[in-house]
């Protein structure tokens, strides 16, 4: 049975984490391909953010191309809500969009042809999505927050893993996530029918 949850997932980097998570760029992160020193391109607080999103990464891809799609928003859930106190503010989300950023350029030159396609793909998502543009998209209840029920308003949950939920027409509403976020929402719906494409 379908549960109808109350938000989408395309808390827009989070979005592009989780796709990316299930697909080979992670794959290749959690089984040693692509590792090695972040301060190549990325020195500082740009190192830390590389560092923590790639064991981001690399914890959510088995559970994110396997497990029933809930498991996935709930490790990136936890990932994105750093003070822990359920809900996601526009500064936790710029924290994501800048580790994500760090991340991507570590990353992009170990990586291969379709993961860097994919990573172009969600880089034009994130990059004109501004934090404060998700939470008044989606935040419901005019607290300035994003809850997880919030962010997955617009899509049908079920026991299939999120990349083939993503894919299915029928279990996105994109067309509210196009009123939602805009211009991005075909974006994410892309990077999604990129990913399905492996």
């Known amino acids: 049975m379908a549960l109808r949850a109350r938000g ?23 089984t040693g391909g692509a590792t090695g020193s972040a301060t190549g391109s990325a020195t500082g607080s740009a190192t830390v953010g590389a560092e923590r999103f790639d064991s981001f990464m690399r914890t959510a891809a088995a559970p994110c191309n396997v497990a029933p799609a809930q498991t996935c928003i709930n490790a990136a859930w936890a990932f994105a809500d750093r003070d822990g106190d359920g809900s996601v503010s526009p500064q936790e989300l710029a924290a994501i969009k ?21 990573l172009a793909i969600g ?35 079920d026991e299939r893993p999120l990349p083939e939920l993503l894919q299915d027409k029928e279990a ?25 494409a492996r």
Do not use: H, Y
């Open 8 to 30: 989408l997932v395309a808390l827009a980097a989070l979005a592009v984490a989780v796709t990316l998570a299930a697909g080979p760029a992670a794959s290749q992160s959690a």
């Open 98 to 118: 800048s580790e994500l950023d760090a991340w991507a350029q570590w990353k992009k030159p170990s990586m291969g042809q379709r993961d860097r396609a994919s």
């Open 123 to 157: 880089e034009m998502m994130v990059r004109p999505l501004r934090p404060e543009q998700l939470v008044e998209g989606f935040d419901s209840d005019g607290d300035g927050l994003l809850s997880q029920a919030e962010l997955t308003q617009d899509l049908t949950l």
């Open 172 to 196: 996105v509403d994109w067309q509210a996530v196009q009123q939602r976020l805009g211009a991005v929402a075909p974006l994410i719906a892309l990077l999604a029918q990129a990913q399905g």
